[in-house]
């Protein structure tokens, strides 16, 4: 089975710009969740999705949002980018359909540097 | 909310020896305590976990336990090599949610 893909690898935006970052998790798993990792706070949930529906939420403004399609593939949103928004973007994939099993497998990542 | 401490934040040993290390979780509402492994530039990699019903857990080299009176697990290697060298996350989750809780993580330095 091909791992969860996630695009683009790179990215380089300036302060004030929205950018939109795309997971397509491992086929067959239904629930993809977000993650931000920086070097000063670590790994950090955004937001989880399950039948394109949002079901958990962590501390982040707004500013950040998504979606899941039908298909399970998802994607983040950041808008009004900021200085600090420079960090991974993490997605992981999971197949529990009932919370039964929780493993979780993480993508490759996309670098969001903004200046 | 949940939060999970980690300890140490870097760990060396020789290759051969034993590494050790140790996260403590607050909500005793957790259930599910994987451990991930990140290699420098790539992705965390789940290595191992364990469920709120089970104290211990081993696959080769890799063990791990957990003591849901004291709040506390534990990733245990044993035999060390140089290709365990990364940085090391523990993480929990609260029942019936997928959202993880990391661990500040250890960078653990294999020395041949």
């Known amino acids: 089975k091909a791992g969860v893909t996630q695009t683009p690898r790179y990215l380089i935006k300036t302060r004030g710009q929205q950018v939109t970052l795309s997971c397509s998790p491992i086929s067959g798993h239904r629930s993809v969740s977000w993650y931000q990792q920086t070097p000063g706070q670590g790994l950090q949930f955004l937001f989880e999705?399950?039948?394109?529906?949002?079901?958990n939420k962590g501390n982040f403004p707004g500013r950040f949002s998504g979606r899941q399609f039908s298909n399970s593939r998802s994607e983040m949103n950041v808008s009004t980018l900021e200085l600090g928004d420079s960090a991974l973007y993490l997605c992981?994939?999971?197949?529990?359909?009932?919370?039964?099993?929780?493993?979780?497998?993480f993508g490759p990542g996309t670098r969001l540097t903004v200046l | 909310g949940e939060n999970v401490e980690q300890h140490p934040s870097t760990l060396s040993v020789q290759e051969g020896d034993s590494a050790v290390i140790k996260c403590t979780y607050s909500d005793s509402a957790s259930n599910y305590f994987p451990w991930y492994k990140q290699e420098l530039g790539k992705r965390p990699q789940l290595i191992i976990d364990?469920?709120?019903?089970?104290g211990e857990k081993k696959d080769q080299r890799i063990a791990v336990t957990l003591n849901k009176t004291a709040k506390h697990f534990s990733l245990h290697i044993t035999e060390t090599q140089p290709e365990d060298s990364a940085v090391y996350f523990c993480?929990?989750?609260?029942?019936?949610?997928?959202?993880?809780?990391f661990g500040s993580g250890t960078r653990l330095q294999v020395q041949p």
């Open positions: 999705y399950f039948s394109e529906t949002q079901r």
């Open positions: 993480a929990a989750s609260l029942a019936g949610r997928r959202a993880l809780t």
């Open positions: 364990i469920r709120s019903n089970v």
């Open positions: 992981a994939s999971s197949f529990s359909i009932d919370f039964s099993y929780n493993e979780q497998f």
